[in-house]
């Protein structure tokens, strides 16, 4: 085995991980996805043919007993999530976790001192998070799990939690749409972090965002352990300022572009310039929309109705906004249905497009013709304004690309 350059992340279901995009910004080392199943860990460990492991769900526990020795760090937290392989072959087990989340709420500029915290879940990512915030001086943690002592059956008890942070994999891709609770049930809270980085926005950050709350997702803290683990692979230091532009990289590569606006507005032109620029996908609800019913929109309406329309509509944003790296173009009338907000922001950074009214076309827009436009774009526009990240006119196509372009850079 001596040279070889073998690394990689072991999990039960790893479809969803954005680690060897990242790795592969740190080195230029081999970096896979390794799934195992529970029966397969303990073969792997003791005959895989590896330099390097990183360890997600359920495993960063597990993995222990095959580990010939562990790093103070790890030893404190009762958690692995990095593992080397020695001169002499035998594994050296690692916490980078603890250097990730300590990022996590660094960047978010979260003040967790003297704060009382809830940490959902009991996995070794639960133990990381205890970890940190013990360090960082919280005056108490409180486990949350479906079956302990403190459960989802009696939050009551801790409605004056300030601190929240869910290290459970509810809400994760391909299961988006899910919160571990509802967050309006405590009044005092400040700060909602999910360990979960895809999609962008969980259920649980989204609610966390409708109540003014300081929240951060798992992206950051993903990168920052990454980097610490290729250091200990490499055995050499890697820049800190390289964890920031890796996700602000990783950000821009992942996020899908959502344009919503007017009917008519060139949702579907500017999306496929986009598209041809960046290199991505274009997908067109309406397109999808009328694939799906095998018929055209106008017949939608005028045989079902909008309420039909709208479900449909609902139905296929939900299944197309969880995914990664699109141009989504929608309908104008998205935004008309409260339920389609957090599709829409879950996983992608949201483009009004703004067009004259006297440049936009009703032929086969049953809303459009059925409705002073005036009126139509007034009672839209405070819905176009909650659901956009930001708004850009769309007058001359090329000026319209060049200014998406130079804000997506940032």
Sequence with gaps: MAGKRFYGLIGEKLGHSFSPAIHGKLADYEY?????????????LQMGQFQGLNVTIPYKKAVIPYCAELTPQARHIGSVNTILRRPD??????????????????????????????VLGTGGASLTVHAVLRDLGTRERVTISRTGPDNYGNLERHADAQIIVNTTPVGMYPNTGKAPLDLSRFPKLEGAFDLIYNPAKTQFLLDAEKLGVRNANGLGMLVAQAKAAAEMFLDRPIPDERVDEIIRE????????????????????????????????????????????????????????????????????????????LVIATGGGVVTRPENLDPLRQNSTVIFLRRPLDQ??????????????????????PLYQQASDWAVDNIVLDDTITEIMRRFSK
């Excluded at 035998?90 to 990022?103: I, M, P, V």
């Excluded at 936009?360 to 526009?381: F, I, K, M, W």
């Design 32 to 44: 896979r996805l390794i799934e195992l199943t529970p029966e397969e860990l303990g073969p792997f």
């Design 89 to 118: 072959g035998t594994l050296l087990g690692h916490n980078t976790d603890y250097y990730g989340f300590a990022y996590l709420l660094r960047s978010a500029g979260a003040e967790v001192a003297k704060k009382k915290a809830l």
């Design 250 to 325: 990783m950000e821009r590569n992942t996020r899908n572009l959502m344009l919503i606006g007017m009917p008519g507005c060139g949702k579907t032109t500017v999306g496929q310039a986009l598209a041809q620029r960046l290199g991505r996908k274009l997908v067109d609800t309406d397109v999808l929309i009328e694939e799906e019913a095998g018929r055209t929109i106008p017949e939608i309406f005028a045989q079902d109705g909008e309420e039909a329309f709208r479900r449909l509509e609902h139905e296929i944003l939900c299944r197309v906004s969880r995914e990664s790296g």
């Design 360 to 381: 936009l076309p009703v032929d086969g827009r049953p809303v459009s013709q059925a409705n002073n436009l005036e009126t139509l774009y007034q009672r839209r526009l």
